[in-house]
């Protein structure tokens, strides 16, 4: 089973700064299969990234996702007081399993 | 406009079960596999099972293996968890979720509270 591991576990930032939040792998993973998630409090997870480094749909475009297995990264390049919240990867693997991370949330400073 | 709507949650006692359930519309249902995750509460993310467009192929995470059962009606627009021999560490937060091409969950429901508690 392939294992995410997040970093840092929170990010305290002030707006108009950038986040740049880290997602490693136990294994490599496939770039097609990795995603990434916001989750504000009380909401349901929203997509941000699918592919590694895809926008879905009406993501801004200060989000961004790269990287390649194991290591994989999401940037926000300026950080709107919206931004702050838990942000999880996820991969799936050829064993049919879907993995998430532990997430990062990201606070004001 | 895309929704996705969980029912079925609440309060249960150890050993007893439950079935949730999530209706969709807006989209086409049976072209898309589904998902169901789960957060216990102040916890992260957690998949839990994977059903294909047709219902072919199920798949479930490790914790749940012999006790969940998931399952869909495209006729209904709905997506199923059968949860049976419940236990204290299931209590959570049970989205369904839809499934993109890439196996990326690409739209969530509200979800819907499961609380396992004696």
């Known amino acids: 089973e392939i294992v995410l591991t997040q970093s840092p576990g929170t990010l305290s930032l002030s707006p108009g700064e950038r986040a740049i939040l880290s997602c490693r792998a136990s294994?490599?993973?496939?770039?097609?299969?990795l995603a990434w998630y916001q989750q504000k409090p009380g909401q349901a997870p929203r997509l941000l990234i699918y592919?590694?480094?895809s926008r879905a749909a009406g993501i801004p475009d200060r989000f961004s996702g790269s990287g390649s297995g194991p290591d994989f990264t999401l940037t926000i390049s300026r950080l709107e007081p919206e931004d702050f919240a838990v942000y999880y990867c996820?991969?799936?693997?050829?064993?049919?399993?879907?993995?998430f991370g532990p997430g990062t949330r990201v606070d004001i400073k | 406009e895309l929704q996705l709507v969980e029912s079925g949650g609440g309060l249960v006692q150890p050993g007893e079960s439950l079935r949730l359930s999530c209706a969709a519309s807006?989209?086409?249902?049976?072209?898309?596999?589904m998902s169901w995750v789960r957060q216990a509460p102040g916890k992260g993310l957690e998949w839990v099972s994977y059903?294909?467009?047709?219902?072919?192929?199920?798949y479930y995470a490790d914790f749940v293996k012999g006790r969940f059962t998931i399952s869909r009606d495209n006729a209904k627009n709905s997506l199923y968890l059968q949860m049976n021999s419940l236990r204290a560490d299931d209590t959570a937060v049970y989205y369904c979720?839809?499934?993109?091409?890439?196996?990326?969950?690409?739209?969530w429901g509200q979800g819907t509270l499961v609380t396992v508690s004696s």
């Open positions: 979720a839809r499934v993109g091409g890439l196996y990326d969950f690409n739209s």
């Open positions: 807006g989209f086409s249902f049976s072209i898309y596999s």
């Open positions: 059903i294909t467009t047709g219902g072919s192929a199920k």
């Open positions: 294994q490599s993973v496939s770039r097609t299969h």
């Open positions: 592919g590694a480094s």
């Open positions: 996820q991969q799936y693997d050829s064993s049919r399993l879907f993995t």
